[in-house]
T-cell receptor, first 116, second 115 residues
Framework: GAGVSQTPSNKVTEKGKYVELRCDPI?????LYWYRQSLGQGPEFLIY????????DSGLPNDRFFAVRPEGSVSTLKIQRTERGDSAVYLC??????????????FGQGTRLTVV | AQSVTQPDIHITVSEGASLELRCNYS??????LFWYVQSPGQGLQLLLK??????LVQGIKGFEAEFKRSQSSFNLRKPSVHWSDAAEYFC?????????????FGTGTKLQVIP
């Protein structure tokens, strides 16, 4: 596709349920990032993939959060036993490579997760 | 650890007036700095970036930013604001110390443009 695509755009779930958020990066981009943006805050780093591997998952808040990128393209962020505090906009970004600063990261429109 | 401070949560300007959004950073080495814009329902879009060289950086949509090392600042400016500039603006600092581009964002400044 032309840009980074995230689905669904909105997700409402009940506390305690499991959710999956999907990110389709720009074709050919090896680097993929997940960020979380809470209300009134800037995006906060969650995890970085280079190809299929999670090179840095230090931003994941706890073990309820997990992300995969099995074929080096599409990524899924998985949240178990959701809590109301997980409500936020989850942003995905991709870039041609992750190890150069002079490459732009392109962001998707995000998935707004609401836990009720 | 790197960090970014945007002291203004909300700014209102009249259409046609000049704009300056403030950004201060904390970083141990030469910073790599960015400004992003986020319009309602849209993803983050890169306005401009500074890596090295000329401290006055030109970006898209008529924006510019000036890197001032002595003040640890990277303020965003536009000489004449248009109503379509109403959005939230994020300053960010990046580094490669972990072997990849890791970007830390500020909390954002919401810009309102009045007729």
């Amino acid at each position: 596709g032309a840009g980074v695509s995230q689905t669904p755009s909105n997700k409402v779930t009940e506390k305690g349920k499991y959710v999956e958020l999907r990110c389709d990066p720009i074709s050919g981009h090896t680097a993929l990032y997940w960020y979380r943006q809470s209300l009134g805050q800037g995006p906060e780093f969650l995890i970085y993939f280079q190809g299929t591997g999670a090179a840095d998952d230090s931003g994941l808040p706890n073990d309820r959060f997990f992300a995969v990128r099995p074929e080096g393209s599409v990524s899924t962020l998985k949240i178990q036993r959701t809590e109301r505090g997980d409500s936020a906009v989850y942003l995905c970004a991709s870039s041609p490579s992750g190890n150069e600063l002079n490459t732009e990261a392109f962001f998707g429109q995000g998935t707004r997760l609401t836990v009720v | 650890a790197q960090s970014v401070t945007q002291p203004d949560i909300h700014i209102t300007v009249s259409e046609g007036a000049s704009l300056e959004l403030r950004c201060n950073y904390s970083y141990g080495a030469t910073p790599y700095l960015f400004w992003y814009v986020q319009s309602p329902g849209q993803g983050l879009q890169l306005l401009l970036k500074y890596f090295s060289g000329d401290t006055l950086v030109q970006g898209i949509k008529g924006f510019e930013a000036e890197f001032k090392r002595s003040q640890s600042s990277f303020n965003l400016r536009k000489p004449s604001v248009h109503w379509s500039d109403a959005a939230e603006y994020f300053c960010a600092v990046g580094d490669l110390s972990g072997g990849y581009q890791k970007v830390t964002f500020g909390t954002g400044t919401k810009l309102q443009v009045i007729p």
